[in-house]
C-alpha cells in the first residue's frame, strides 16, 4: 500500500498568514494527488483534484503542486474559515490511501 | 446540485452485521464510481472500498482490513448505494461516509454524505 505521511501535524496560523502543508507519497504516484478540508463534525470537502486543480467555488487562496511524490498545499491570506484539518489523497493506485491529516489552528 | 445521505448506523455487538444505505441525487448515478471512506472518532480519513459504474464492470476494491467482512454494492434503477458489513469489531466503529468520484481521470470525491455513525461495542 502506498503510504501518504504528511507535516506537520498541526500548526499555529494567524488570519492573513500564508500556509503550507507538505505530503510525501512512499512511492511515485505521478499526479494523482487530491487535497480535502474538513472542519468539525462535517463531512470533507474536495479542494484541489491532480495537484493543482482547483475545485469549482474553492477560493483562489488555494494551490497545489508537486509531482511524483512530493505535494504541498498552500493557502494564502488565511481566512478564519480555513481553520479547518486537511487530507490528502492518493488515486494512483487502490487502495486508496490518505494522509494522517494537518490541523490548522488560530495563533 | 449533488446530494448523499447515508443512513443504517447504530449501536451493533461485536461479531454483528449492519447494512448501510446510501441514497443519491443530482447525479447521474449509474455512471458514477462510488466509494465508502470511514473515519474512527478523533482519527483521520479511512478508504473502506469503492465499486465502479456497471458500465466500467461494476467491480468492487477494498481496504484489506475488511476485505471478506464487507461488501460493496449499487442498485442503479433506485440510485442507492449499499456497503454490507459483517463480522463487525470493535475497530470498525466509524463515521461511514459514501462519496462520489469526480471523474474517472482524478478519482477525487467530489460529494460527500453527512455521515452515519456505526458503533460496535458489547
Known amino acids: 500500500d502506498i503510504q501518504m505521511t504528511q507535516s506537520p501535524s498541526s500548526l499555529s496560523a494567524s488570519a492573513g498568514d500564508r500556509v503550507t502543508i507538505s505530503c510525501r507519497a512512499s512511492?511515485?504516484?505521478?499526479?494523482?494527488l487530491n487535497w480535502y478540508q474538513q472542519t468539525p463534525g462535517k463531512a470533507p470537502k474536495l479542494l484541489i483534484y491532480?495537484?493543482?486543480n482547483l475545485q469549482s467555488g474553492v477560493p483562489s487562496r488555494f494551490s497545489g503542486s508537486g509531482s511524483g511524490t512530493d505535494f504541498i498545499l498552500t493557502i494564502n491570506n488565511l481566512q478564519p474559515e480555513d481553520f479547518a484539518t486537511y487530507y490528502c489523497?492518493?488515486?494512483?493506485?487502490?487502495?486508496?490511501?490518505f494522509g494522517q491529516g494537518t490541523k490548522v489552528e488560530i495563533k | 446540485e449533488m446530494q448523499l445521505v447515508e443512513s443504517g448506523g447504530g449501536l451493533v455487538k461485536p461479531g454483528g452485521s449492519l447494512r448501510l444505505s446510501c441514497a443519491a441525487s443530482?447525479?447521474?448515478?449509474?455512471?458514477?464510481?462510488m466509494n465508502w471512506v470511514r473515519q474512527a472518532p478523533g482519527k483521520g480519513l479511512e478508504w473502506v472500498g469503492r465499486?465502479?459504474?456497471?458500465?466500467?464492470?461494476?467491480?468492487?476494491e477494498y481496504t484489506a482490513s475488511v476485505k471478506g467482512r464487507f461488501s460493496i454494492s449499487r442498485d442503479d434503477s433506485q440510485k442507492m448505494l449499499y456497503l454490507q458489513m459483517n463480522s463487525l469489531q470493535t475497530e470498525d466503529t466509524a463515521v461511514y461516509y459514501c462519496a462520489a468520484v469526480r471523474d474517472p481521470t482524478s478519482f477525487s470525491l467530489i460529494s460527500w454524505g453527512q455521515g452515519t455513525l456505526v458503533t460496535v461495542s458489547s
Open positions: 512511492e511515485s504516484i505521478t499526479n494523482y
Open positions: 489523497h492518493q488515486t494512483y493506485n487502490t487502495p486508496r490511501t
Open positions: 443530482g447525479l447521474t448515478f449509474n455512471y458514477a464510481w
Open positions: 465499486i465502479k459504474s456497471k458500465g466500467s464492470g461494476g467491480t468492487t
Open positions: 491532480s495537484v493543482s
